[in-house]
Protein backbone atom coordinates (compact mmCIF):
# COMPACT_ATOMS: atom_id res chain seq x y z
CA UNK A 1 0.00 0.00 0.00
CA UNK A 2 1.05 3.41 -1.04
CA UNK A 3 0.82 6.89 1.61
CA UNK A 4 1.15 9.68 -0.66
CA UNK A 5 0.93 12.51 2.19
CA UNK A 6 3.60 12.14 4.70
CA UNK A 7 5.62 15.35 6.27
CA UNK A 8 4.54 14.54 9.23
CA UNK A 9 7.71 14.69 11.95
CA UNK A 10 6.26 15.28 15.52
CA UNK A 11 6.82 12.59 17.67
CA UNK A 12 4.26 10.55 19.01
CA UNK A 13 3.45 7.21 21.26
CA UNK A 14 0.66 4.54 19.47
CA UNK A 15 0.50 1.22 21.49
CA UNK A 16 0.11 -1.69 19.48
CA UNK A 17 -1.99 -5.06 20.18
CA UNK A 18 -0.81 -8.11 19.05
CA UNK A 19 23.51 2.78 -20.93
CA UNK A 20 25.17 5.69 -20.56
CA UNK A 21 29.06 6.72 -21.26
CA UNK A 22 30.20 7.57 -17.29
CA UNK A 23 33.07 10.13 -16.37
CA UNK A 24 35.59 8.72 -13.76
CA UNK A 25 37.45 11.16 -11.43
CA UNK A 26 41.19 10.72 -11.70
CA UNK A 27 43.05 8.99 -8.83
CA UNK A 28 46.36 9.60 -8.25
CA UNK A 29 48.81 6.38 -7.45
CA UNK A 30 50.01 6.91 -3.95
CA UNK A 31 54.34 6.49 -4.59
CA UNK A 32 54.82 4.75 -1.52
CA UNK A 33 52.04 2.13 -0.62
CA UNK A 34 52.47 1.02 3.10
CA UNK A 35 55.85 2.61 4.01
CA UNK A 36 57.37 1.84 7.21
CA UNK A 37 56.04 3.13 10.29
CA UNK A 38 57.32 7.23 11.01
CA UNK A 39 59.65 8.07 14.21
CA UNK A 40 57.58 9.68 16.92
CA UNK A 41 59.27 13.43 16.08
CA UNK A 42 57.29 12.77 12.85
CA UNK A 43 54.11 11.05 14.12
CA UNK A 44 53.99 14.12 16.07
CA UNK A 45 54.22 16.29 12.96
CA UNK A 46 51.55 14.23 11.13
CA UNK A 47 49.02 15.21 13.23
CA UNK A 48 46.93 12.34 12.23
CA UNK A 49 45.38 9.86 15.04
CA UNK A 50 48.07 6.66 14.08
CA UNK A 51 50.57 9.25 13.46
CA UNK A 52 50.99 8.00 9.96
CA UNK A 53 52.62 9.67 7.31
CA UNK A 54 52.66 6.92 4.39
CA UNK A 55 49.84 4.41 3.00
CA UNK A 56 49.07 1.47 4.56
CA UNK A 57 49.20 -1.97 3.23
CA UNK A 58 46.32 -4.59 3.56
CA UNK A 59 48.49 -5.95 6.20
CA UNK A 60 48.70 -2.36 8.06
CA UNK A 61 44.80 -2.08 7.92
CA UNK A 62 43.74 -5.51 9.03
CA UNK A 63 46.64 -5.05 12.17
CA UNK A 64 45.26 -1.68 13.02
CA UNK A 65 42.07 -2.89 13.14
CA UNK A 66 42.74 -5.86 15.38
CA UNK A 67 44.69 -4.01 17.72
CA UNK A 68 41.81 -1.57 17.99
CA UNK A 69 39.46 -4.73 18.93
CA UNK A 70 42.66 -6.30 21.21
CA UNK A 71 43.30 -2.91 23.01
CA UNK A 72 39.77 -1.48 23.78
CA UNK A 73 37.00 -4.79 23.97
CA UNK A 74 34.34 -2.09 25.72
CA UNK A 75 34.78 0.08 22.84
CA UNK A 76 35.02 -2.15 19.60
CA UNK A 77 33.87 -5.70 18.48
CA UNK A 78 35.09 -7.01 14.60
CA UNK A 79 33.09 -7.51 11.92
CA UNK A 80 33.26 -10.18 9.20
CA UNK A 81 31.82 -9.43 6.35
CA UNK A 82 29.95 -12.67 5.03
CA UNK A 83 30.96 -12.67 1.10
CA UNK A 84 34.98 -13.51 0.79
CA UNK A 85 36.27 -11.79 -2.59
CA UNK A 86 36.98 -13.13 -5.93
CA UNK A 87 39.94 -13.73 -4.98
CA UNK A 88 38.98 -14.96 -1.93
CA UNK A 89 40.32 -12.87 0.89
CA UNK A 90 38.00 -11.81 3.68
CA UNK A 91 36.48 -7.77 4.01
CA UNK A 92 36.71 -6.55 7.74
CA UNK A 93 35.53 -3.52 9.60
CA UNK A 94 34.67 -2.68 13.26
CA UNK A 95 31.50 -1.48 15.15
CA UNK A 96 32.20 1.22 18.38
CA UNK A 97 30.19 2.49 20.72
CA UNK A 98 30.44 2.92 24.66
CA UNK A 99 29.67 -0.96 25.79
CA UNK A 100 29.70 -2.19 22.52
CA UNK A 101 28.84 -5.32 22.97
CA UNK A 102 25.31 -4.48 24.87
CA UNK A 103 21.93 -4.79 23.08
CA UNK A 104 20.83 -1.49 23.46
CA UNK A 105 19.33 -0.61 20.39
CA UNK A 106 21.06 2.83 19.44
CA UNK A 107 20.67 4.36 16.09
CA UNK A 108 23.68 3.79 13.34
CA UNK A 109 26.13 5.53 11.85
CA UNK A 110 27.95 3.34 8.87
CA UNK A 111 31.23 5.07 7.60
CA UNK A 112 33.23 2.83 4.66
CA UNK A 113 36.47 3.54 2.34
CA UNK A 114 37.62 2.52 -0.92
CA UNK A 115 34.71 1.44 -2.98
CA UNK A 116 37.26 2.07 -5.48
CA UNK A 117 40.36 0.14 -4.89
CA UNK A 118 42.76 3.03 -6.08
CA UNK A 119 40.95 6.16 -4.24
CA UNK A 120 43.41 5.08 -1.46
CA UNK A 121 42.89 8.63 0.75
CA UNK A 122 39.89 7.02 1.07
CA UNK A 123 40.88 4.44 3.07
CA UNK A 124 43.04 6.63 4.81
CA UNK A 125 40.29 9.04 6.27
CA UNK A 126 38.23 6.19 6.96
CA UNK A 127 40.38 4.38 9.35
CA UNK A 128 42.23 7.05 11.09
CA UNK A 129 38.59 8.32 12.29
CA UNK A 130 38.15 4.78 13.39
CA UNK A 131 41.10 5.13 15.72
CA UNK A 132 39.86 8.70 16.29
CA UNK A 133 36.86 7.37 17.96
CA UNK A 134 38.36 4.88 19.76
CA UNK A 135 41.47 6.57 21.38
CA UNK A 136 39.17 9.90 22.59
CA UNK A 137 36.31 7.92 23.75
CA UNK A 138 39.09 5.52 25.68
CA UNK A 139 40.97 8.96 26.70
CA UNK A 140 37.58 10.05 28.10
CA UNK A 141 36.46 12.61 25.88
CA UNK A 142 33.56 13.56 27.38
CA UNK A 143 32.15 14.86 23.52
CA UNK A 144 33.39 11.88 21.73
CA UNK A 145 32.26 9.51 24.39
CA UNK A 146 28.74 10.89 24.61
CA UNK A 147 28.07 10.51 21.68
CA UNK A 148 29.45 6.77 21.32
CA UNK A 149 26.56 6.44 24.35
CA UNK A 150 23.75 7.44 22.08
CA UNK A 151 24.98 5.71 18.81
CA UNK A 152 27.19 3.32 16.90
CA UNK A 153 29.40 3.46 14.62
CA UNK A 154 30.17 0.62 11.53
CA UNK A 155 33.48 1.39 9.88
CA UNK A 156 34.79 -0.81 6.90
CA UNK A 157 37.94 0.97 5.62
CA UNK A 158 38.55 -0.83 2.24
CA UNK A 159 35.28 -2.69 0.64
CA UNK A 160 36.87 -3.14 -2.45
CA UNK A 161 39.88 -5.50 -1.18
CA UNK A 162 40.98 -7.01 -4.47
CA UNK A 163 40.82 -3.71 -6.26
CA UNK A 164 42.85 -2.02 -3.58
CA UNK A 165 45.93 -5.10 -3.48
CA UNK A 166 46.18 -4.08 -6.82
CA UNK A 167 45.90 -0.75 -7.03
CA UNK A 168 43.33 -0.35 -9.49
CA UNK A 169 39.74 1.06 -9.94
CA UNK A 170 37.62 -2.18 -10.38
CA UNK A 171 37.42 -5.55 -8.80
CA UNK A 172 39.02 -8.69 -10.10
CA UNK A 173 36.08 -9.09 -12.44
CA UNK A 174 36.81 -5.65 -14.24
CA UNK A 175 33.45 -4.49 -12.03
CA UNK A 176 33.37 -1.34 -11.09
CA UNK A 177 31.56 -2.16 -8.12
CA UNK A 178 29.81 1.58 -7.21
CA UNK A 179 28.03 0.26 -10.31
CA UNK A 180 26.98 -2.84 -9.32
CA UNK A 181 24.35 -2.03 -6.49
CA UNK A 182 20.52 -3.17 -7.63
CA UNK A 183 18.47 -0.31 -7.82
CA UNK A 184 18.56 1.35 -11.47
CA UNK A 185 21.57 -1.13 -12.42
CA UNK A 186 21.84 -1.01 -16.27
CA UNK A 187 25.09 -3.43 -18.40
CA UNK A 188 27.26 -0.62 -18.98
CA UNK A 189 30.92 -2.19 -19.81
CA UNK A 190 31.56 -2.42 -15.70
CA UNK A 191 28.30 -2.72 -14.34
CA UNK A 192 29.16 -6.40 -13.76
CA UNK A 193 27.39 -9.12 -15.48
CA UNK A 194 24.30 -8.57 -13.60
CA UNK A 195 22.85 -6.46 -10.45
CA UNK A 196 24.70 -7.81 -6.92
CA UNK A 197 27.17 -10.34 -9.43
CA UNK A 198 30.34 -8.66 -7.09
CA UNK A 199 30.67 -10.42 -3.42
CA UNK A 200 31.52 -7.00 -2.83
CA UNK A 201 28.30 -5.10 -3.01
CA UNK A 202 26.24 -8.30 -1.52
CA UNK A 203 28.72 -7.66 1.67
CA UNK A 204 27.35 -3.62 1.69
CA UNK A 205 23.80 -4.83 0.67
CA UNK A 206 24.27 -7.20 3.83
CA UNK A 207 25.92 -4.82 5.55
CA UNK A 208 23.26 -2.07 5.58
CA UNK A 209 20.13 -4.92 5.57
CA UNK A 210 20.87 -5.73 9.31
CA UNK A 211 21.75 -2.57 10.94
CA UNK A 212 19.64 -0.03 11.33
CA UNK A 213 21.75 3.09 9.35
CA UNK A 214 20.31 6.35 10.17
CA UNK A 215 23.32 7.65 8.04
CA UNK A 216 25.30 5.92 5.71
CA UNK A 217 29.24 7.42 4.01
CA UNK A 218 30.94 6.12 0.96
CA UNK A 219 33.95 7.74 1.13
CA UNK A 220 36.13 8.80 -2.20
CA UNK A 221 38.24 10.88 -4.14
CA UNK A 222 39.10 12.90 -5.80
CA UNK A 223 36.45 15.88 -6.67
CA UNK A 224 35.11 18.25 -4.19
CA UNK A 225 31.48 17.10 -3.79
CA UNK A 226 29.42 15.53 -1.24
CA UNK A 227 26.48 13.82 -3.24
CA UNK A 228 23.05 12.22 -2.55
CA UNK A 229 20.43 10.32 -4.31
CA UNK A 230 19.44 10.54 -7.22
CA UNK A 231 21.84 9.40 -9.76
CA UNK A 232 19.84 10.23 -12.86
CA UNK A 233 17.92 13.11 -13.63
CA UNK A 234 14.69 11.95 -14.53
CA UNK A 235 14.19 10.08 -11.02
CA UNK A 236 13.41 13.30 -9.70
CA UNK A 237 14.23 14.81 -6.34
CA UNK A 238 14.29 11.69 -3.56
CA UNK A 239 11.33 12.39 -0.97
CA UNK A 240 13.64 13.35 1.80
CA UNK A 241 15.65 15.57 -0.28
CA UNK A 242 15.44 18.65 2.13
CA UNK A 243 17.34 16.23 5.37
CA UNK A 244 19.70 14.82 2.78
CA UNK A 245 20.56 18.21 0.99
CA UNK A 246 20.98 20.06 4.81
CA UNK A 247 23.45 17.27 5.60
CA UNK A 248 25.36 17.39 2.81
CA UNK A 249 25.57 20.86 2.61
CA UNK A 250 26.99 20.79 6.45
CA UNK A 251 29.72 18.56 5.47
CA UNK A 252 30.95 20.15 2.17
CA UNK A 253 30.81 23.54 4.36
CA UNK A 254 33.37 21.80 6.41
CA UNK A 255 35.86 20.56 4.13
CA UNK A 256 35.77 24.23 2.17
CA UNK A 257 34.60 27.12 0.05
CA UNK A 258 35.33 24.72 -2.76
CA UNK A 259 32.78 21.87 -2.12
CA UNK A 260 29.65 21.75 -3.26
CA UNK A 261 26.74 19.78 -2.29
CA UNK A 262 24.12 18.25 -4.82
CA UNK A 263 22.44 15.39 -6.21
CA UNK A 264 24.48 12.75 -7.68
CA UNK A 265 22.68 12.94 -11.07
CA UNK A 266 24.00 17.14 -11.19
CA UNK A 267 27.58 16.05 -10.81
CA UNK A 268 26.89 13.26 -13.30
CA UNK A 269 24.39 10.65 -14.37
CA UNK A 270 25.14 7.46 -13.79
CA UNK A 271 23.30 3.93 -12.60
CA UNK A 272 24.26 0.89 -9.66
CA UNK A 273 25.78 3.12 -7.15
CA UNK A 274 25.65 2.71 -3.39
CA UNK A 275 23.79 5.79 -1.88
CA UNK A 276 20.59 5.04 -4.59
CA UNK A 277 19.67 1.34 -3.44
CA UNK A 278 20.56 2.67 0.25
CA UNK A 279 18.54 5.15 0.43
CA UNK A 280 15.22 4.20 -0.90
CA UNK A 281 15.85 0.68 0.85
CA UNK A 282 16.34 1.89 4.10
CA UNK A 283 15.12 5.63 3.95
CA UNK A 284 18.96 6.54 5.57
CA UNK A 285 20.19 9.66 4.87
CA UNK A 286 23.44 7.60 2.26
CA UNK A 287 25.99 10.37 0.93
CA UNK A 288 28.94 9.85 -1.31
CA UNK A 289 32.00 12.15 0.21
CA UNK A 290 35.03 13.25 -2.07
CA UNK A 291 37.27 15.01 -0.90
CA UNK A 292 40.34 16.55 -3.27
CA UNK A 293 42.85 19.06 -3.22
CA UNK A 294 42.46 22.27 -4.71
CA UNK A 295 42.82 22.30 -8.46
CA UNK A 296 46.60 22.88 -9.47
CA UNK A 297 47.63 21.15 -6.30
CA UNK A 298 49.83 17.89 -6.04
CA UNK A 299 47.96 14.58 -5.07
CA UNK A 300 50.20 13.41 -2.14
CA UNK A 301 49.55 11.90 0.94
CA UNK A 302 50.56 15.14 2.47
CA UNK A 303 47.74 16.69 0.35
CA UNK A 304 44.95 14.58 0.51
CA UNK A 305 45.30 12.81 3.69
CA UNK A 306 47.13 14.89 6.41
CA UNK A 307 46.09 18.32 5.31
CA UNK A 308 42.65 17.26 4.98
CA UNK A 309 42.00 15.38 8.25
CA UNK A 310 41.21 18.02 10.54
CA UNK A 311 37.98 18.65 8.23
CA UNK A 312 37.51 15.17 7.61
CA UNK A 313 37.03 14.50 11.39
CA UNK A 314 34.75 17.51 11.67
CA UNK A 315 32.55 16.62 8.34
CA UNK A 316 32.52 12.76 10.54
CA UNK A 317 31.30 13.70 13.50
CA UNK A 318 28.59 16.02 11.94
CA UNK A 319 27.32 13.04 10.64
CA UNK A 320 27.58 10.89 13.38
CA UNK A 321 25.61 13.68 15.07
CA UNK A 322 22.86 13.58 12.79
CA UNK A 323 22.52 9.46 13.40
CA UNK A 324 22.56 10.16 16.94
CA UNK A 325 19.59 12.87 16.46
CA UNK A 326 16.06 11.27 17.40
CA UNK A 327 14.77 13.59 15.11
CA UNK A 328 16.19 11.59 12.07
CA UNK A 329 15.00 7.98 13.27
CA UNK A 330 12.37 6.22 14.43
CA UNK A 331 11.84 4.31 18.02
CA UNK A 332 9.85 1.26 19.07
CA UNK A 333 10.28 0.66 22.64
CA UNK A 334 7.78 -1.74 24.48
CA UNK A 335 8.38 -4.28 27.83
CA UNK A 336 9.47 -8.08 27.10
CA UNK A 337 10.60 -10.95 29.04
CA UNK A 338 13.79 -10.81 29.92
CA UNK A 339 16.24 -13.31 27.39
CA UNK A 340 13.94 -13.05 24.19
CA UNK A 341 15.34 -12.07 21.06
CA UNK A 342 13.05 -9.06 19.04
CA UNK A 343 13.42 -9.30 15.17
CA UNK A 344 12.26 -6.53 12.88
CA UNK A 345 11.93 -7.85 9.14
CA UNK A 346 10.29 -6.40 5.82
CA UNK A 347 10.83 -7.59 2.41
CA UNK A 348 10.15 -6.19 -0.82
CA UNK A 349 10.85 -5.77 -4.61
CA UNK A 350 13.37 -3.47 -5.94
CA UNK A 351 13.79 -3.11 -10.06
CA UNK A 352 16.90 -1.90 -12.00
CA UNK A 353 16.53 -0.14 -14.91
CA UNK A 354 15.16 -1.22 -18.41
CA UNK A 355 17.91 -3.04 -20.65
CA UNK A 356 17.46 -5.49 -23.26
CA UNK A 357 16.53 -9.34 -21.92
CA UNK A 358 17.59 -12.56 -23.36
CA UNK A 359 13.94 -12.94 -24.75
CA UNK A 360 14.90 -9.81 -27.01
CA UNK A 361 12.19 -7.59 -24.73
CA UNK A 362 13.60 -4.37 -23.02
CA UNK A 363 12.61 -4.14 -19.12
CA UNK A 364 13.49 -4.07 -15.57
CA UNK A 365 14.99 -6.93 -13.60
CA UNK A 366 14.01 -7.25 -10.39
CA UNK A 367 15.46 -8.14 -6.83
CA UNK A 368 14.26 -8.61 -3.36
CA UNK A 369 15.44 -6.50 -0.74
CA UNK A 370 15.04 -8.10 3.10
CA UNK A 371 15.80 -6.22 6.05
CA UNK A 372 16.21 -7.90 9.05
CA UNK A 373 17.67 -6.94 12.55
CA UNK A 374 17.85 -8.20 15.59
CA UNK A 375 17.77 -6.91 19.51
CA UNK A 376 18.41 -8.87 22.73
CA UNK A 377 15.93 -7.85 25.48
CA UNK A 378 18.93 -7.72 28.51
CA UNK A 379 17.40 -5.79 30.78
CA UNK A 380 15.85 -7.45 33.83
CA UNK A 381 13.02 -5.38 33.77
CA UNK A 382 12.88 -6.38 30.05
CA UNK A 383 12.24 -2.92 28.78
CA UNK A 384 13.72 -1.56 25.67
CA UNK A 385 14.26 1.12 23.42
CA UNK A 386 15.01 0.50 19.36
CA UNK A 387 16.01 2.80 17.18
CA UNK A 388 15.38 1.79 13.59
CA UNK A 389 14.65 3.64 10.29
CA UNK A 390 10.98 4.24 9.80
CA UNK A 391 8.54 1.62 8.31
CA UNK A 392 7.50 4.13 5.55
CA UNK A 393 9.74 3.65 2.59
CA UNK A 394 10.15 6.23 -0.33
CA UNK A 395 8.92 4.93 -3.37
CA UNK A 396 11.61 4.78 -6.26
CA UNK A 397 11.15 5.75 -9.81
CA UNK A 398 12.63 2.37 -11.09
CA UNK A 399 8.99 0.61 -11.37
CA UNK A 400 8.39 -3.27 -12.51
CA UNK A 401 7.08 -1.35 -16.08
CA UNK A 402 10.06 1.10 -16.29
CA UNK A 403 10.86 4.50 -14.92
CA UNK A 404 8.25 6.94 -13.48
CA UNK A 405 10.13 10.08 -12.20
CA UNK A 406 9.65 12.27 -9.79
CA UNK A 407 7.58 10.50 -6.86
CA UNK A 408 6.79 12.08 -3.91
CA UNK A 409 5.04 8.87 -2.01
CA UNK A 410 5.96 6.46 0.43
CA UNK A 411 4.98 3.15 0.63
CA UNK A 412 3.20 2.21 3.91
CA UNK A 413 4.89 -1.18 4.37
CA UNK A 414 5.01 -2.08 8.45
CA UNK A 415 8.22 -3.63 10.01
CA UNK A 416 7.25 -7.46 11.55
CA UNK A 417 8.37 -7.50 14.88
CA UNK A 418 8.59 -11.14 16.52
CA UNK A 419 9.40 -11.97 20.22
CA UNK A 420 11.03 -15.30 20.21
CA UNK A 421 12.82 -17.84 22.37
CA UNK A 422 16.55 -17.86 21.88
CA UNK A 423 16.48 -20.96 19.84
CA UNK A 424 13.93 -19.34 17.54
CA UNK A 425 10.24 -20.51 18.64
CA UNK A 426 7.91 -17.31 17.64
CA UNK A 427 5.60 -16.28 20.51
CA UNK A 428 4.19 -13.13 19.38
CA UNK A 429 4.17 -11.08 15.54
CA UNK A 430 3.12 -8.01 15.83
CA UNK A 431 3.38 -4.86 12.76
CA UNK A 432 4.97 -1.98 13.41
CA UNK A 433 4.30 1.54 11.28
CA UNK A 434 6.43 4.07 12.61
CA UNK A 435 7.90 7.28 10.81
CA UNK A 436 10.30 9.55 11.01
CA UNK A 437 11.03 11.38 14.47
CA UNK A 438 8.13 9.18 15.99
CA UNK A 439 8.36 6.60 19.14
CA UNK A 440 5.75 3.56 18.78
CA UNK A 441 4.88 0.97 22.03
CA UNK A 442 4.68 -1.86 21.47
CA UNK A 443 2.33 -4.65 23.74
CA UNK A 444 3.85 -8.09 23.87
CA UNK A 445 2.12 -9.44 26.99
CA UNK A 446 2.18 -12.62 24.67
CA UNK A 447 5.55 -13.12 24.47
CA UNK A 448 5.79 -12.15 28.37
CA UNK A 449 3.05 -14.22 29.31
CA UNK A 450 4.37 -17.59 27.22
CA UNK A 451 8.29 -17.10 27.63
CA UNK A 452 9.11 -19.33 30.44
CA UNK A 453 5.99 -21.79 29.77
CA UNK A 454 7.19 -25.31 29.49
CA UNK A 455 6.74 -26.46 25.53
CA UNK A 456 3.66 -28.62 24.94
Known amino acids: MRRTDHSRSSRRT ?4 AAAVLAVPAVAVPAAVGAASPSSTAAEAAGLPSGNTAYRTLADYEADLAELVADHPDLVKPITLPYPTTSGRTVRGVEISTNVDAADGKPVFVDVGMHHGNEFPSGELTMEFAIDLVESA ?5 YVTGLLDRARVVVVPVVNVDG ?24 I ?13 RNMEWLLSTRQAVVFNTQHTCIQVVLYPPLQLEAGP ?20 GYDALPSAEDYETTGEAIDWAYYATRGLALTTETCPDAGVERTYQTQVLDVYDEHREAMFTMLETAADPAQYAVIEGKGPKGAVLRITKAFDM ?17 TTTLTSDL ?81
Open 14 to 17: VVLA
Open 376 to 456: DIESRNGKFEWAVNPSYRPIPAYQEDGIHGFQTGFYEEPWILTCERPDGTVLQTVPVNVDLGETVTVDLKECRRDFHRSRP
Open 189 to 201: PTGGVAPWSEPET
Open 138 to 142: AAGDP
Open 351 to 367: YTSPYPQPDGSTRPSSF
Open 238 to 257: AQDVDRLHALASRVASIYGP
Open 164 to 187: FVRGRRQTDTNTDMNRNYGMGWLP
